[in-house]
């Protein structure tokens, strides 16, 4: 049950929230509008705003609204956020941790949203609340920790309080817990007669929030198969590609996710199973083991294709339904997907790798300047130059041990350089998560641009260039 609470005093400012699906059971609370038509009490000592405590008697309107439906945990909303899913909320309840009396949802803050990224590519859905994660947008409460507040202050005495900022006091108060990722955002366009006077500042970190819930959904999505027996297919490539599967392993592991690695062609024999794919860049026109692969196991099985790039394939994708579920890591390859076919569940996040925990110990930046390129359909017109991707590559590394040891001599070659030249995706991502300067270049089709226009263009140090321009120095490389 969520328990939205109506902000605005005009009557077109309710449409948004009654907007949402119709998979929540929403309960309006009306605001308090005035001070002294709600019987509140003012702390004399301080220059509060009124909107302060309007919003804060308000949430305490909603609590005694949740309370009186005996449920033991309820969801409370202001009326400018989004609604995550029933299966986001459905997550934190499973997930919540014991002790939790509040889970706030939806932190405008750029310190959280900063610890979130890191918190959640360790595997953690919460962190411990302070001071410094705003927002009262979206949080749960547990009915026993809403009528402790309530006690406290439910008549709306706020006399004797010194901080009535309902994101300090209710949190402060109840053991809270931040979630990592933000499962509800704000919307930025929408304005409450009340929010708008308080929400100075929260401009930025809402869209920091905002393109983050983007960038981490399929870490989230994990979690939610939890408890499920699934099975794992590599992309079968380069040392690009073992990066993409020990990054996926990793996290797999840190959050005890009970799965099976299997090869496509074994895969062929399961039914009604949940069958993930590793990311990568094996699902467009110039290769086709990936299609076959899933043409040869889609139909009698949920599939999921980790983060990746979708180009040609039309016939396939054409047929494809809502058994498949893809994360595409641009939003040129989503694009593409939402207009071929509106059956398959299309999501954006980014590349797996990203969230690599290297444990490079070359010695850094003895060297001046890597160059790594590739030739082929993807590259340049010539021989390859230094192509660590093939050449630190050990063809064994999908059948044994060997994926981590062939990522770690990816690391500790690039390492040694303080610049790094390269049309290879996972050179350039590696070198970035290594804290290098980047010059990545354009490969034959979209796919380096549009993953670094999603991930990596943030990065002061990473620049992007047309294409690798042949030098006619003969020690270009």
């Known amino acids: 049950m969520i328990y939205y609470i109506n902000l605005s005093s005009r009557s077109d400012k309710n449409e948004f929230m009654l907007s949402q699906p119709a998979e929540h059971k929403l309960f309006r609370i009306e605001a308090n509008q005035s001070i002294s038509d709600s019987g509140i009490k003012i702390n004399e000592k301080y220059s509060y705003q009124d909107e302060m405590y309007l919003c804060l008697s308000s949430h305490i309107k909603a609590m005694k609204k949740g309370t009186s439906s005996l449920e033991p945990f309820f969801w409370i909303a202001e009326d400018d956020v989004v609604l995550p899913s029933e299966s986001d909320l459905a997550l934190l309840l499973k997930e919540k941790p014991e002790d939790a009396e509040v889970i706030q949802c939806c932190a405008i ?46 008549d709306f005495d706020f006399s004797e309080t010194e901080k009535i900022y309902p994101d300090f006091l209710i949190y402060d108060e109840l053991k809270t817990y931040t979630t990592s990722y933000p499962f509800a955002v704000t919307d930025t366009t929408f304005d409450s007669d009340i929010v708008h006077k308080i929400r100075e500042g929260f401009i930025s970190p809402t869209l920091q929030a905002i393109e983050f819930q983007e960038k981490g959904r399929v870490l989230v999505d994990l979690f939610k198969l939890k408890g499920k027996k699934v099975y794992y297919i590599q992309n079968i490539g380069n040392a690009g590609d073992a990066l993409i599967n020990q990054s996926t392993f990793d996290y797999f592991e840190l959050i005890g996710l009970d799965y099976e690695v299997i090869n496509w062609y074994d895969a062929r024999n399961l039914k009604e199973e949940i069958i993930i794919y590793g990311g990568g860049g094996s699902l467009v026109r110039y290769y086709s083991h990936c299609k076959r692969a899933l043409e040869g196991i889609i139909h009698c099985n949920q599939m999921i294709l980790l983060p990746c790039t979708v180009e040609g394939h039309e016939d396939f994708l054409r047929s494809a339904g809502s058994n498949l579920t893809i994360y595409c890591r641009e939003r040129i390859s989503y694009d593409y997907l939402k207009k071929i076919n509106h059956k398959i569940n299309v999501f954006m996040s980014e590349d797996m790798a990203l969230r690599y925990e290297s444990n490079a110990f070359t010695k850094a930046n003895s060297k001046k300047v890597l160059k790594v390129f590739r030739e082929g359909v993807e590259g340049i017109s010539r021989k390859p130059c230094n192509d660590i991707s093939v050449t630190l590559n050990n063809a064994d590394w999908w059948r044994s041990a060997n994926c981590k040891s062939v990522v770690d001599s990816f690391f500790n070659y690039i390492n ?24 990545l270049y354009d490969g034959s089709y979209y796919k380096n641009r549009a993953v670094y226009e999603f991930s990596l263009s943030n990065n002061p140090k990473i620049k992007i260039e047309d294409g690798y321009k042949k030098s006619s120095s003969t020690t270009v490389c």
């Open 109 to 154: 803050s750029n310190y959280a949203v900063s610890r979130g990224k890191e918190e959640l590519k360790k595997g953690n859905l919460f962190f411990e609340w302070v001071n410094a994660y705003k927002s009262t947008a979206f949080y749960g409460i547990t009915r026993e920790a809403a009528l402790k507040f309530i006690d406290k202050f439910g």
């Open 416 to 439: 040694e350089y303080q610049e790094v030249h390269t049309n290879r995706l996972h050179v350039a991502i590696a070198a970035s998560l290594l804290d290098k300067e980047v010059t």
